[in-house]
């Protein structure tokens, strides 16, 4: 399943620059399927979504860090284990019950974004 970050998020920033995907944003920023990404152009999402990786999105929170769910692999296919959780200093990075992905699903997810 994808990561989440609770309102207990105290704004440190330490998760963003862990995320090998780029899907950790500040708060109220914008963000793009494209970043930190190989995704460019029209694009049709694992789950079957059509979107243009380099058109802006809204953000997901105004208040604190956020994890997009489309971008979030759990580290599958970088680490052993999900990298925001374990710099979290205060654990507001926790799985999302809303958003259950096996393995397999996290796997094609990270070799989707990233071609190489």
């Avoid at 090998?20 to 920023?29: K, L, Q, R, S």
């Avoid at 769910?69 to 979290?88: I, R, Y």
Wanted: proline share 7%.
């Amino acid at each position: 399943m994808a990561i989440i970050i609770t309102d207990e998020c105290i704004n440190c920033g330490a998760c963003e620059p862990e995320c090998p995907n780029t899907a950790i944003y500040e708060a109220a920023d914008d963000w793009r399927y494209a970043d930190g990404t190989d995704l460019d152009g029209n694009v049709v999402l694992p789950s079957g979504k059509e979107v243009d990786a380099n058109e802006t999105q809204e953000p997901v929170s105004d208040e604190f860090y956020y994890i997009v769910p489309d971008k979030c692999t759990e580290c599958v296919g970088f680490h052993e284990e999900p990298q925001c959780a374990a710099v979290c200093p205060v654990d507001c990075c926790v799985p999302d019950e809303d958003v259950v992905e096996d393995e397999a699903t996290l796997r094609a997810k990270q070799a989707f974004m990233h071609k190489d």
